[in-house]
């Protein structure tokens, strides 16, 4: 075989063995970028949790406070 050949077969490798560390170097960060936003997503249902509207069992705060926001209504 031509020393033109194996010179030809040895680029060929090294751009496949570059290619590859690169393809695997963007498959960790994606991995990393998935569980951060698993993370944040996580985040983000405690807080909604967190940030809920007031339950309709506190319907008596609003039938104590109604004079108020009538008084208020009036001014």
């Not at 020393?3 to 695997?24: C, E, S």
């Amino acid at each position: 075989m031509p020393a033109v050949a194996w010179f030809t077969l040895i680029v060929a490798a090294l751009i496949i063995a570059i290619t590859a560390v690169g393809l695997l170097r963007v498959i960790f960060h994606l991995r990393a970028v998935r569980k951060t936003l698993a993370a944040t997503t996580g985040g983000v249902q405690a807080v909604a949790s967190l940030t809920s509207t007031v339950p309709e069992r506190l319907t008596s705060v609003n039938a104590n406070l109604k004079p108020v926001r009538d008084f208020c209504e009036t001014i």
